[in-house]
């Protein structure tokens, strides 16, 4: 059974950093591309950025030189380290697991709330 446990949400001012944390558990293959994915109110669930076990990467356009994704095989854990967080930012972030760098599995965690705004 694969879990998927997120923290380190929460409130920020424009500018801001934070950093998000997914922990998950299960088989190599089930955790072999894991990432973010993020929906805010109105708005459907939209990627933000995914990394495989090799280390490749994929992020929105509208992250790229802000968001950083990395991984630690070791512990079975991505980071995702945000800069210069902007209030269309704001949503409740999802890590995920089981797709591919484009496209979503079909594994969730419960949601982590970034909420940007002074």
């Known amino acids: 059974q694969v879990q998927l446990v997120e923290s380190g949400g929460g409130l920020v001012q424009p500018g801001g950093s934070l950093r998000l944390s997914c922990a998950g558990s299960g088989s190599i293959a089930s955790l072999y591309v894991m990432g973010w994915y993020r929906q805010a109110p109105g708005n459907q669930r939209e990627l933000v950025a995914v990394?495989?076990?090799?280390?490749?990467?994929n992020y929105a356009n509208s992250v790229k030189g802000r968001f950083t994704i990395s991984r630690d095989n070791a512990k079975n854990t991505i980071y995702l380290q945000m800069n210069s967080l902007k209030p269309e930012d704001t949503a409740v972030y999802y890590c995920?697991?089981?797709?591919?760098?484009?496209?979503?599995?079909?594994?969730w965690g419960q949601g982590t709330q970034v909420t940007v705004s002074s």
């Open positions: 990394i495989n076990y090799g280390g490749s990467t």
């Open positions: 995920n697991t089981g797709g591919t760098l484009s496209t979503a599995g079909a594994r």
